[in-house]
């Protein structure tokens, strides 16, 4: 991971201790690369952009069992999910993708 996209053990202390400006600055860092990973499975810039929002949600409500080496990574990893998950709601009845 590049310098600046590190996220440091202090902020992520930070983080699972609930500090809300701390969870503001990784979403500001974080959120443009995943809206270039999930853009593929989607059909549009909105719902790139709820896919982003459900996983920074997510991260928020389970940020008591972040672990630092392995943060990004299983962020990315909650993306594709989501993003996949949103697929199958799409497609579930049409038999098509969007």
């Known amino acids: 991971m590049s310098k600046e ?6 902020q992520i ?4 201790a ?14 443009p690369r995943l ?14 952009q709820d896919i982003v929002q459900n996983v920074f949600e997510k991260i928020w409500l389970k940020r ?6 392995t943060f990004v990574k299983e962020v990315f990893a909650m993306a594709r ?3 996949m998950q949103h ?4 497609t579930r009845g049409t038999g098509e993708l969007p």
Do not use: K
């Open 87 to 90: 697929l199958r709601d799409r």
């Open 13 to 16: 202390n930070s983080l699972r």
């Open 18 to 31: 609930g500090d809300a400006a701390v969870f503001d600055s990784v979403f500001t860092l974080l959120r």
């Open 64 to 69: 008591c069992n972040i672990v630092h080496g």
């Open 81 to 83: 999910e989501t993003a």
């Open 35 to 48: 809206m270039v990973f999930v853009r593929p499975y989607t059909c549009n810039d909105d719902d790139a």
């Open 5 to 10: 996209h590190h996220i440091s053990y202090r």
